[in-house]
């Protein structure tokens, strides 16, 4: 089963925890000091928002979380179709997880990220995509940290 994904950059994670854990009824599922994460049921949505690597506040990603390889192979091979970019990660660590990805961007940029997670890291993790290998003209990074190499 697939989970739609939302990763926000915020200025203040305190204030932030406050207001979503008050929209939705429910604290964070985790909690770092850096990070949080809801698993929400209803609607089904794996909700992220970070302070991380001095990022503009707001969508910093869009992505579906799925339960399986095979699902993660289906929906890279759609996006494969689009005539977009994919970069694939295998073994990515970011966000306190690990797991394979597959990125691309829609036609206005927006970052995309399809992942299967198969465990937790204690650490945020520093794996990053290059935004400008998805989008030609963007110069930073999807994902956990920018990768300006």
Request: net charge negative; proline share 5%.
């Amino acid at each position: 089963m697939k989970r739609l994904h939302v990763h926000i950059s915020v200025e203040s994670l305190t204030d932030s925890i406050g207001f979503y854990s008050t929209l939705f009824g429910l604290d964070p599922d985790v909690r770092q000091p850096d990070y949080a994460k809801w698993m929400l049921e209803d609607p089904r949505v794996n909700f992220a928002i970070s302070e991380r690597c001095g990022r503009t506040p707001g969508v910093d990603h869009l992505g579906i979380q799925v339960d399986a390889d095979t699902e993660l192979e289906e929906i890279s091979a759609r996006l494969s179709q689009a005539n977009r970019p994919v970069v694939e990660q295998k073994g990515a660590k970011c966000c306190y997880a690990e797991g394979d990805k597959a990125w691309a961007s829609d036609p206005q940029g927006v970052a995309w990220e399809t992942f299967h997670t198969v465990g937790g890291i204690a650490v945020y993790g520093g794996d990053s995509v290059d935004r400008s290998a998805l989008a030609p003209g963007k110069d930073d990074a999807a994902g956990c940290c920018p990768s300006m190499g």
